[in-house]
């Protein structure tokens, strides 16, 4: 990058970017704020949405101005150069903190490693997880710090990643290529370096996807994977990484679209009360935020109406509904917020459910992205 772009960058992130009056960084400040808030505003505040644009669309801006969306996710699709990308990200930081409740968006990304890297046509491709596993901490410490720095420099403030899913002995898990490896003594390592590193240059990171989707052949975009392990088989496997990186306080932690039956047998982890906040809460103590994967993955699309599924995570201890894609005979990002608003108002979701979801994410907000 020469000294002419760097200097566009700088203006664009620090010249550009709107300082809000939202005072949530204490807990009387939080309340206060919930307080004041409408349905309508609080419910906006538990979506994280993309959108198909690489400029700020009328669609989007309607979600910012009008409904008060908490977060965004972009893709290569919306991804250009980045000085387009520093641009996006100040113009959608300055419509958040300019409007209403003046708070700033969680702007995420899937910068995961090697081909899944979303920044991979300017910022280079980051080696394999399994090569990353081969290298020696202070090796992925650096790495991990250098990926966060870039994101942090282009105005994103949330990874959704590491993977902390646990390869099978064998591979062959559509997983495989996107996990660290198969011993989770060394996932949990590796992982807990990112979620520190990240967190050193204010970026959020995100562990994924509870309880685990690293023993199952059915990829969860396509239908519903079932695992048959015990919750004692989890606890020496799959949750090894999970109770490593809430050690070191990873602020989000993503949910799989899988049925574990021995926790559950009716609704798959996004959607069960019994998973995410008897076990992921209540019993392995986190008290960040949970973000659901995408709502329209065919692991909930086949088998719920997607609208309907948002409610059902929310209440199942959910805080944030990722909704990224467009698809036809899905219900809409819009059409999912007003399902979600008239839950509450009718009392199907209820308002302690509601704030206490708001509060988190106002909690991290003020962590993040004000108090820094």
């Known amino acids: 990058m020469g000294k002419c772009e760097s200097l566009v960058l700088v203006l664009l992130l620090f010249g550009g970017l709107a300082c809000t009056n939202a005072d949530i960084s204490t807990a009387e400040g939080r309340t206060k704020m919930i307080e004041k808030m409408s349905v309508e505003d609080k419910v906006g505040q538990l979506f994280m949405i993309g959108f198909n644009e690489k400029e700020v669309s009328p669609f989007f801006r309607s979600w910012i101005v009008d409904r008060k969306v908490g977060g965004v996710i972009l893709f290569r699709k919306n991804i250009e150069s980045e000085t387009q990308l520093v641009r996006l990200t100040s113009e959608m930081q300055n ?30 491709i980051p080696p394999e997880p399994a090569e990353v596993a081969r290298m020696r901490g202070e090796q992925v410490s ?3 710090s250098t990926i966060a720095s870039n994101l942090a420099g282009w105005g994103i403030n949330t990874n959704l990643a590491p993977v902390v899913d646990v390869d099978r002995a064998e591979g062959g898990i559509p997983l495989s290529y996107r996990t660290f490896s198969a011993d989770p003594d060394s996932v949990a390592y590796f992982a807990s370096i990112f979620v520190r590193e990240f967190g050193k240059q204010g970026v959020m990171a995100t562990a994924k996807h ?34 490593a990186v809430i050690e070191e306080n ?25 998973i995410l906040t008897g076990l992921l809460r209540d019993s392995l103590g986190f008290e960040g935020i949970i973000i659901t994967d995408a709502m329209q993955m065919g692991g909930i699309s086949r088998h719920y109406p997607v609208d309907e599924a948002c409610v059902m995570a929310i209440n199942a201890g959910a805080d944030i509904i990722l909704h990224c894609q467009f698809k036809k005979r899905m219900a809409t990002a819009p059409e999912c917020y007003a399902r979600v608003v008239d839950a509450v108002k009718t009392g199907e979701i209820s308002r302690e459910r509601l704030d206490e979801a708001v509060a988190r994410v106002l909690e991290l907000k003020g962590r993040y992205l004000i108090n820094r």
């Not at 708070?103 to 990304?109: E, G, K, R, W």
């Not at 990873?250 to 019994?274: F, G, Q």
């Open 250 to 274: 990873v602020p989000l932690i993503m949910s799989a679209h899988i049925l574990v039956p021995a926790l559950d047998s009716v609704y798959p982890a996004t959607l069960s009360r019994n």
């Open 210 to 243: 509870f309880p685990g989707l690293g023993n199952v052949e059915m990829d969860s975009h396509r239908d519903l994977p079932v695992t048959d392990k015990s919750l004692e088989q989890m606890m020496e496997h799959e949750l090894i990484p999970y109770i």
């Open 95 to 124: 419509l958040a903190v300019d409007s209403g409740a003046g708070l700033p968006l969680f702007i995420s990304i899937d910068q995961e490693l090697g081909k899944r890297s979303s920044m991979i046509h300017f910022a280079g």
């Open 142 to 144: 650096e790495l991990a």
